[in-house]
């Protein structure tokens, strides 16, 4: 079992930006890719980013490239979500994830956070 939290999310103006931070607990080496993803009121959950173990591999969704960065710190068994140049539709509850490869669908991933609130407000 893999325990996630994450935190860093809020209420921020269009042109801010905000750091998002997932810490993971339990069995992690089975499971050691991170992936976010988000979900915005009566939408489906659709992919962020994800970053492999070494994070020498990464890969983003097509709205989010350029202004978004994923990251981690194994040490820290955090995962890092840099946004800048938020935007009013980047708002949305943020999930953090984990399973075994870098994955762009959310069946791939076997473990989920509880999310958090992005809102990014005119």
């Known amino acids: 079992q893999v325990q996630l939290v994450e935190s860093g999310g809020g209420l921020v103006q269009v042109g801010g930006s905000l750091r998002l931070s997932c810490v993971a607990s339990g069995r992690t080496f089975s499971s050691s890719a991170r992936g976010w993803f988000r979900q915005a009121p009566g939408k489906d959950r659709e992919f962020v980013a994800t970053?492999?173990?070494?994070?020498?591999?990464?890969y983003y969704a097509d709205s989010v490239k350029g202004r978004f960065t994923i990251s981690r710190d194994n040490a820290k068994n955090t995962v890092y979500l840099q946004m800048n140049s938020l935007k009013p539709e980047d708002t949305a509850v943020y999930y953090c994830?984990?399973?075994?490869?870098?994955?762009?669908?959310?069946?791939?991933?076997?473990?989920w956070g509880q999310g958090t609130q992005v809102t990014v407000s005119l």
């Open positions: 970053i492999n173990w070494s994070g020498d591999s990464t």
């Open positions: 994830a984990a399973g075994a490869e870098v994955a762009g669908h959310v069946d791939e991933y076997d473990y």
